[in-house]
C-alpha cells in the first residue's frame, strides 16, 4: 500500500467513525504524523490531500520545514522552554502545552513577533502512566491562568495521549472523560479561550477515539508505515 492508499484507507475509517458520533468527515481534522519519516513521503502525503503534519521534536521541524511543501505545522511533543524560540515562526498550532512556565516562554516569543500563538493545553488522563500532561483536576486553573495572563496566546483546546492498550476499547472511557473536561471549559468565557480543538486518537485508537468526541486526530504509523528509530542515532 502507498501512503496515499493508506491516507485514503484511514479517511474511510475516519468517516465512519465521525458519523456515529453524528459529525461528517470534514469536522475531524486528519493530522499526518511525520517524525521519523522524510521530507520525500511527506510530500507524497501533501499530494495526497494532507494539509496538516505533526511532529513531535522541534529539530525535526527544523530540518524539514524548507524541504517540505507548504502546509500547516502541529508540534505534537512535548516542548522545552528554550526551543520555543526556534519554532514560534514555524508551527500553527502547539498541542503539548503543560505548564505555565511554558506559555509564559510562549508569550514573551509571539511577543516578539506580534503574532498570535494557537495552543492546546495537554491533559494526562493518567496520571501515573504518562510524563507529560497535567492532571484533569489542574486543567481548569491553567487554561485560566494562561488565559488571564498571556494576551499572545489563544487556547483553542484540549489534547491527550491516551495509553496504549491492545484492546482499543480499553480507552474508550478516558477518551469520554477527557471530553467531558473539554466540553466543561469550552464554556468558560474569555476572549483567548476559543476552543475549536479536542485532539486525541493514534493509529491504533483514532476510531474510538471520534465515536467518543475527538474533532483532531493525530495518525502515523497507520499512513507511513513503522519507523526506523535506529536511523535516530545516526
Ligand atoms: C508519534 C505520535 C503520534 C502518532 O502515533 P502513531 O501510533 O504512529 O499513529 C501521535 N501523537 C503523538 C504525540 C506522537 O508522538
Known amino acids: 500500500m502507498s501512503i496515499k492508499d ?40 501533501i499530494d495526497a490531500g494532507i494539509g496538516d503534519i505533526g511532529e ?3 529539530q525535526e521541524i527544523l530540518d524539514k520545514y ?14 522545552q522552554t528554550n526551543k520555543v524560540k526556534y519554532i514560534i515562526d514555524k508551527v500553527d498550532l502547539i498541542h503539548s502545552v503543560d505548564s505555565y512556565k511554558l506559555a509564559q516562554e510562549i508569550e514573551k516569543r509571539a511577543a516578539q513577533h506580534e503574532k498570535n500563538m494557537d495552543i492546546l493545553v495537554q491533559v494526562s488522563p493518567v496520571n501515573e502512566e504518562t510524563k507529560f500532561g497535567v492532571s484533569m483536576e489542574e486543567v481548569k486553573s491553567l ?53 475549536k480543538y479536542l485532539s486525541m486518537g493514534m493509529s491504533h485508537d483514532f476510531q474510538v477515539a471520534i465515536e467518543e468526541g475527538a474533532n483532531c486526530i493525530r495518525v502515523g504509523t497507520a499512513i507511513f508505515g513503522n519507523r526506523d528509530y535506529r536511523s535516530e542515532e545516526k
Not at 484511514?10 to 519519516?37: F, Q
Not at 517540505?68 to 505545522?73: E, I, L, N, T
Not at 488571564?148 to 484492546?167: Q, S, V
Request: charge should be negative; include cysteine; aromatic fraction near 6%.
Open 56 to 58: 513531535n521534536k522541534v
Open 143 to 195: 487554561v485560566s491562568e494562561i488565559s488571564e495572563n498571556c494576551p499572545h496566546i489563544t487556547i483553542k483546546g484540549l489534547m491527550c495521549i491516551a495509553p496504549f492498550y491492545e484492546n482499543p476499547e480499553d480507552v474508550r472511557q478516558i477518551f469520554a472523560d477527557v471530553k467531558s473536561v473539554y466540553d466543561g471549559l469550552k464554556e468558560m468565557p474569555h476572549e483567548r479561550i476559543d476552543f
Open 66 to 79: 524548507e524541504k517540505v511543501k507548504p502546509v500547516r505545522w502541529h508540534l505534537i511533543g512535548h516542548l
Open 6 to 45: 493508506n491516507i485514503q484507507y484511514i479517511e474511510g475509517l475516519k468517516k465512519e467513525a465521525a458519523e456515529k458520533a453524528g459529525k461528517s468527515a470534514d469536522e475531524v481534522l486528519l493530522i499526518a504524523v511525520t517524525k521519523l519519516h522524510s521530507p520525500e513521503e511527506i510530500n507524497q502525503a
